[in-house]
């Protein structure tokens, strides 16, 4: 399989600067928010995206998700979406996503009447649960719209961390140890599997996102704390080994049986225990190598790992890999975020500018992955 080491496809690699004049706008459905702990931060990805879009190749439809899982099409300014002030009655129009229809679009409620607005695709750029979980992306599927980015089965495993390292580690790829527990565990069977990973351990919320409800625990009798903790974002738990070294990530463009492009590898440095929600949005207590600090064969270890857990996992559009380096140079899988953090600051976008691509560029060749099979089928 071609891959594109140095991230350089321009857009004429898609099409003619000519063509896309003469070219009908594209309307992309950006959904952002959602009934998540993430909410936030997807509010700060879908601003930066709609900053930056092309804005003489796409029409963007902005779809805002409520904390309670209100849909509306929202058309005010994009600066009240990363303040979190465009739920505002004026901005905003309930909308339904019907599955199963013969067009492709959206149906707007406006003053007690209904209109459709065709659309040509859906970008979520929704973080954790109810929206990087596969729930959003079977909805999306289901109304024959093309999806940018993972589908449901892809996402669906990667937010889970027990079956992720699951398949990883069917494949032959290290993973850290890994065992999965569950809400109404009694504390002599916790401690029963404490003492099967080792101490000191990560515990986890099975499925979540930036870090939250996760703890180091280093000592037993920490352990139904941190337990508790896991358990207030999901009924369902993992128990990790702590793994010595350092954090790499690996951004990949593209569907998973084509070309892909590779961003360049970042590396982790941390002051604290873990990377932590605080850490990853401050960098108060971490500091991002980019490129990382590895030698020409480790980087491109890391490259052929991570493309295998894309292909793996069949990821399409965009996904960062994450992965750990020990101090003896073994590679364990860590997680796919499957629409990682989106803004000028963020990881993913990072790492394809210091590839080469500007950030207008990234977010083109993203949509573009889900338009141009259609156009060619």
Known sequence: MPINKNAQPSIDSYKKESMVMIMKKRNIAI???????EYHVSLHSAASVLAHLDQKRYQPLCIGITEQGKWFL???????ISKNQWQQPAFCKPIFIMPGTTTRSITVQEDGQTKSIEIDAVLPLLHGQNGEDGTVQGLIELTGIPLIGCGTLCSALCIDKYRAHKLASSQGINTPKTLLIHQNIDETTLFKAGEEIGYPLMVKPLRAGSSFGITKVDYRR??????????????DAVLESYVEGVELGCAIMGNSKD?????EIDEIEIQTTFFDYEAKYSLKDAQIHLPARLTKEQAEKVRQTAIALYQ???CR?????????????DILFNEINTIPGFTEKSRFPNMMMAAGLSYTDIITQVIETALIPEEQS
């Not at 959904?31 to 702990?37: C, H, I, N, V």
């Not at 929202?74 to 009240?80: A, L, M, N, R, S």
């Open 317 to 329: 559009g965009f996904a960062r890999v994450d992965l750990f380096l020990t101090p003896n140079g």
């Open 312 to 314: 793996l996992f069949d």
């Open 222 to 235: 920490d352990l139904p704390r941190a337990a508790r903790l896991a358990f207030s974002y999901d009924c």
């Open 31 to 37: 959904l952002f928010g959602g009934a998540s702990p």
């Open 74 to 80: 929202y058309t005010g300014p994009i600066e009240k």
């Open 259 to 263: 070309s892909l492009t590779i961003g």
